[in-house]
């Protein structure tokens, strides 16, 4: 079964072996391969990768999507978003994303994190908050995560080489309808 969430212009939907050539595309961005763990820069590093987005949805616990953007020559890949750390004893999981450096500035980023954040509190009820983490440097991450509601909760020393520098910690509690099931507003 595959998983697809729409929202404003964009659906999210799991990474299939047919993105390889986008996927490829977006990592030769400098700027993206600065932000990310795991740079992409081959097809064979393509194809593991992708392998092992297939591998984390089954394993459970982590959650990543592809994110696409309808054009006249049909949908586009703009952005990754990702839910990872999803266990029973975690209840608060860390959202993750990139942006393809051709869908920089025009709000894709805020659009599907919020769509994977609201994804998240459906799939999972026993979440507490999701966790946004980016390095201290990285501005634009910062303003990602206040536009889609996640408040700034502390600053985490490096731990190198996975996060070189310091990085911001931000969080989204729990929406009070999770809390409140039956309230309206």
């Known amino acids: 079964m595959v998983i697809e969430v729409r929202a404003a212009e964009l659906t999210l939907r799991q990474w299939a072996d047919d993105d390889l050539d986008a996927l490829l595309a977006a990592y030769r961005d400098p700027v993206l391969r600065r932000w990310t763990r795991l740079p992409v820069t081959s097809v064979d590093e393509g ?72 994804w998240a509190f459906d799939r999972f009820p026993g979440l507490t908050h999701l966790d946004l983490l980016h390095q201290v440097d990285n501005v634009a991450s910062c303003r990602v995560a206040q536009k889609c509601g996640f408040a700034y909760e502390e600053t985490l020393p490096a731990q190198p080489p996975t996060f070189p520098l310091d990085g911001h910690r931000h969080v989204l509690p729990v929406p009070d309808r999770q809390l409140h099931p039956g309230r309206t507003r």
């Open 47 to 118: 194809r593991h990768w992708l392998s092992r987005t297939r591998q984390d949805w089954a394993d459970g616990r982590r959650y990543s999507f592809a994110v696409l953007e309808d054009h006249a020559d049909g949908p586009r890949l703009v952005a990754n978003v990702v839910l990872k750390g999803v266990t029973p004893q975690r209840p608060a999981p860390e959202v993750g994303y990139w942006t393809a450096s051709w869908a920089r500035g025009r709000g894709v980023a805020p659009r599907a994190v919020t769509a994977l954040s609201g």
